[in-house]
Structure formats: C-alpha cells, structure tokens
C-alpha cells in the first residue's frame, strides 16, 4: 500500500512530502530543512507565526510557508 502524498508550497515552491515525513509544526519544517530556528522569520498562509509558536503551530496539507532566514555579514 502506497503513502498518501501532501504539499506544501514552501517560499513558493511546492513542495511534496510523503504522509508519514509530512512536517507536522512549523518546527518539524524547520528542523527538516535543516535551519537554525533563531535565524528564521515564519510565515504560514500570510500570518507571521512567533518564534515561541513554531512547535504549536500545525502545518496542513496546502498550506503556503514563507521561511527567511538572517544571513550576517557586512
């Protein structure tokens, strides 16, 4: 039996995750992506999502993510 499929459109590509890999919170998507979340603005569906929110907040099938990421330098 085949897994179910579901997408997300992350920084607006879309992006598919088998059912039992699909990031659950914001952070599980963090996590997956391998970024450092004190470095990440979230953005889910138009709402800024708190940094203290990124574990609480469920992501659903379809839903668009914008993720930035601070980058330091000079």
């Known amino acids: 039996m085949s897994e179910m ?3 997300l459109s992350i ?3 879309s992006r598919e995750f088998v059912d039992s890999l699909f ?3 914001v952070a599980d998507l ?11 603005v979230a953005e889910v569906n138009g ?8 574990a609480s907040h469920a ?12 980058v330091g330098g000079g």
């Open 30 to 40: 963090i996590a997956t992506l391998e970024l450092d979340p004190a470095m990440v």
């Open 59 to 70: 992501l659903q099938h379809g839903d668009s993510v914008e993720l930035v990421r601070f």
């Open 11 to 13: 920084n607006g590509e």
């Open 47 to 54: 709402d800024i999502v708190g940094r203290a929110d990124f």
């Open 5 to 7: 499929k579901r997408v």
């Open 23 to 25: 990031p659950g919170t």
